[in-house]
Each structure stands twice: as C-alpha cells, then as structure tokens.
C-alpha cells in the first residue's frame, strides 16, 4: 500500500518563493533629486551629470550649526524644571520613599551636571568657539545651580533644612504648632 502524495503548497508559499518579476521602468519620469540608481540595486549606469555632490561645509557653518547645538545642550536643564518641580509638588511634603527618591534626583542631576561640564561641551569646542562656548558652558552652570534651588526648596518645604535658632541651640525651645491633628477612633 502506497501513501497518497503530499497536497500541494498553498498559494501564498508559491507566491513567496517566486516574487513577480520587476516592472520595467518609465522614462518618462525623471529620478527625484538626490536619488541614485546604483544604490538600489539597479546595474544600470548613471552619467555623471545626473550626479551632484554637495560642497562640505565651511568651517564657520560648523562652528554656527555647533554653537546652537552647544545651546541646547546648555538649556536642557532649565527645560526638566517644569516637571521636577511639579513631580515635587505632587510627592507632598511627607517623609516617605517617593519623595525621598524626589529628592535625591533632584539633588543627583544637576550635581553630575555641573561636574561633567567639561564633558558636554567639548564635543563642540573648536579653535572659533573657545570665547563663545566661555558663555555657555556659564549658561550651563547657571541652569544646574537653579535646578540644585528647587531641591533646596523642597527639602526646606519637608522641614529638614536647619532654618531656626532651635534646630542649632539646645537651650531653646523649639517652636509651637499652629495645629495639631489628632486621629479619631
């Protein structure tokens, strides 16, 4: 007894392993600018006028086009404020992990910032922009420093700066409640 032959392969098996043949190209409709034949895959020779090859730029371009990207970089702190800031505000003034952890970041960026200044910008240095990258990097420090205040905010806000004669003189006293809560039953 002999098994009945395999049923042939679907449809979709067939299609893949034989892709349609490519459709010839119209030359009626020039190639876009920029586009090159040769890097799809077509053997087909290009003249040379079709080509264009663009000029690199010039050194005051790249040290424009750096300068900008070195401002970026340079307000990047500024821009996390809004949002730390409202992280902070909703974390409340408690002492727990969340807020604790909202702290610690917004004490641990911008300090990483400010010690890896050098870093940042030296990617952008260039014999041009040593007077102009001074400004920035300054630009720099300044955004972190403010990013360091609203953590000194919030940590004075949860109470545990240092702010009044008691929290530094044993001999006095420490300073009354307005309220007291006192939990019901």
Do not use: C
């Amino acid at each position: 007894m002999s098994s009945p032959p395999p049923p042939p392969p679907p449809q979709w098996v067939v299609d893949l392993s034989s892709p349609p043949a490519a459709k010839p190209k119209s030359t009626a409709i020039p190639d876009p600018p920029g586009f090159s034949a040769a890097s799809t895959g077509n053997r087909k020779q290009v003249s040379s006028s079709k080509t264009t090859t663009r000029a690199p730029p010039t050194t005051e371009a790249m040290d424009t086009l750096k300068l900008k990207k070195a401002w970026e970089v340079a307000l990047a702190p500024v821009k996390q404020l809004p949002m730390t800031a409202f992280m902070m505000y909703m974390s409340g003034n408690s002492l727990q992990i969340f807020s604790i952890m909202m702290v610690l970041m917004a004490f641990k960026n911008p300090a990483m910032g400010l010690m890896g200044t050098n870093q940042a910008f030296e990617k952008f240095e260039s014999e041009g922009l040593k007077g102009k990258l001074l400004m920035v990097k300054a630009v720099y420090v300044v955004m972190n420093i403010l990013a360091l205040a609203l953590g000194f905010w919030k940590v004075n806000g949860m109470g545990l700066l240092p702010t009044t004669r008691s929290d530094w003189l044993a001999w006095e006293t420490a300073r009354e409640p307005l309220e007291v809560a006192i939990p019901a039953f």
